[in-house]
């Protein structure tokens, strides 16, 4: 059997994530749009692919080589669709006429993740032609199917309303070897004969089912996950719907990042207090974590409280606290602390001088009451031998009016004036921020997830303790960036609530279903 992916399509939809690569290599759980196929079809037992590309072919090109070498019995072949700029997908499929006319194949469209079983249900039917269609679902913009009284299809088209619809399409589609050669011929006519370059297999396809000389039956796929990825909504869709995650409710902890995760500035994040609610009515110990050195655990905890998530100190783990163990593990009583009144309280308390004239230590941390003193002493100080802390790496902070300079950026104007960088960096990513609770809990890392709005520090921290992560779309990180980041989270959702919302969470020991979803683009080769 042979199975045919047309790939060439620009995804604009997708931008800016599609300005750097094509929409079927677009990753959906780590692995991109197109390998989620080739691997589907290659474990189904396929022989041979091949593969329409056009828009940065190279990319496609890389991604089949890849998945070749992972199964040398699997030969996988490029096409290119030279004028895919300016044609639809029915060109595409013309550039394989060579190659099927006349031989059975699969064909599906190259931005549509889906259940490697849903080959195995089409490969049963014995129809001339099949159509993969979801019964469980009606979306407007998709390619609906029309049954007649036994069964058959006689109509595909997107114009088929809801009472006469019988089943969505999801851009995959068996042939004969009748069935091919007949719609190679029709694909020919059209082109060359009727000069269209502008049209869409479908439309072809429905000529067929709407003859009675085939047999074009449905092969109901309700129940079994696919996705369509047309734009950012459809691709946090496939994110949700084909993460590994799935079984956050036996987590024995979780740690959730606070700004831009559980909240920004004074407002909790949709869905916030519900999915830490989740958690510990399952069972599970919350921690709240943060960089933010601004402030002291009772803040934290007084502040969450206020916003209706219950928290006691004992539940804050802050950048602070390392910077506090590493003085006390080397002896350190004398720093200079660049910090708000809050932090230099905190530091005080456990017996470190905050302003000591002749330090051991300058402690950078994120001050929000930063003066040109401080900054001047903190200077001075470094330049005359004292070690050179900083408490997070955070660069910015997310508020609702943007982002503005975290400790990170204080800690570069200390840098650029003393031209020294700092011995330590606390917070996250470091993984001792962690560590200590891990013991005292008796925890590896797997049993551990992760919650934050940053791949560069929660991400990376979770990857460090060899936990899971999710990431969330509400602080920092978009998922363009994710796309190109070499930190990948686990998952990927929109807001925290959605860890509720779509299941991930039950608070009842249940694992996510899977969400099925579709979205059908203007243009099949968008």
């Known amino acids: 059997m ?79 669709n030279p004028a895919f700029a300016n044609t639809d997908n029915l060109y595409s499929l013309y550039q394989l006429q060579a190659d099927l006319d006349g031989e059975p194949f699969v064909l599906s469209n190259g931005d549509v993740v889906f259940d490697p079983a849903i080959l195995e249900r089409l490969a049963e039917d014995a129809a001339d032609a099949a159509i993969a269609c979801d019964s469980s679902t009606y979306t407007g913009e998709a390619m609906k199917v029309q049954l007649d009284e036994a069964g058959r299809v006689t109509h595909l088209s997107k114009e088929i309303d809801r009472n006469r619809a019988a089943a969505v399409g999801i851009d995959v589609y068996r042939f004969s070897p009748a069935a091919s050669a007949t719609l190679f011929d029709r694909i020919e006519r059209t082109i060359e004969v009727d000069g269209e370059y502008l049209d869409w297999t479908e439309r072809v396809i429905d000529e067929l089912a709407s003859e009675t000389a085939y047999d074009v039956e ?121 910090g708000t009144t809050a932090m230099r309280e905190a530091i005080t308390e456990r017996d470190i001088e905050v302003t000591a004239p002749d330090p051991d230590a300058v402690v950078v941390g994120f001050d929000t009451e930063l003066d040109y003193e401080k900054v001047r002493e903190a200077t001075l100080a470094i330049r005359d031998g004292a070690e050179f802390l900083l408490a997070h790496p955070d660069l910015v902070c997310p508020t609702a009016r943007g982002f503005v300079p975290d400790c990170g950026s204080i800690g570069k104007l200390v840098a650029a004036a003393t031209g020294r960088e700092p011995t330590e960096t606390f917070g996250k990513p470091n993984e001792a921020m962690l560590e200590g609770v891990l013991r005292e809990q008796g ?84």
């Open 2 to 80: 042979n199975a045919a992916i047309l790939a060439a399509g620009v995804g604009s939809r997708l931008r800016p994530i599609t300005v750097e690569r094509p929409k079927c290599c677009v990753s959906v759980d780590g692995t991109s749009i197109l390998s989620h196929q080739l691997r589907a079809y290659a474990d189904a037992g396929f022989d041979q692919a091949y593969v329409v590309a056009g828009y940065m072919a190279d990319a496609v090109r890389a991604e089949c080589e890849a998945v070749g070498a992972e199964h040398p019995e699997f030969e996988v072949t490029v096409r290119e």
């Open 218 to 338: 449905p092969v109901d796929v309700a129940g079994h996950p696919w996705v369509e990825v047309d734009d950012h909504e459809d691709l946090l869709a496939a994110d949700r719907t084909f993460s590994s995650i799935r079984d956050l409710d036996e987590k024995e902890a979780v740690f959730f990042d606070l700004d831009g995760t559980l909240y920004v500035d004074e407002a909790l994040t949709p869905g916030a207090a519900e999915a830490v609610a989740a958690f510990r009515f399952g069972g599970a110990d919350v921690y709240f974590l943060s960089n933010n050195s601004s402030a002291w655990k009772t803040d934290y905890a007084a502040k969450l409280d206020s916003l209706g998530i219950p928290a006691e100190p004992s539940d804050v783990v802050l950048s602070t606290d390392g910077v506090i163990d590493y003085l006390h593990e080397r002896g350190m009583d004398s720093t200079y602390v660049v």
């Open 443 to 526: 925890l590896r890392g797997d049993e551990t997830v992760v919650v934050g709005d940053r791949l560069e520090t929660e991400v990376e921290l979770a990857n460090r303790l060899g936990a899971d992560s999710v990431c969330v779309l509400t602080g920092a990180t978009d998922r363009a960036t994710i796309e190109s980041a070499s930190v990948r989270p686990s998952l990927v959702v929109e807001t925290v609530g959605d860890l509720v919302a779509q299941g991930f969470v039950t608070g009842g020991g249940h694992s996510p279903s899977g969400t099925v979803g579709s979205e059908q683009s203007s243009t099949a080769e968008d």
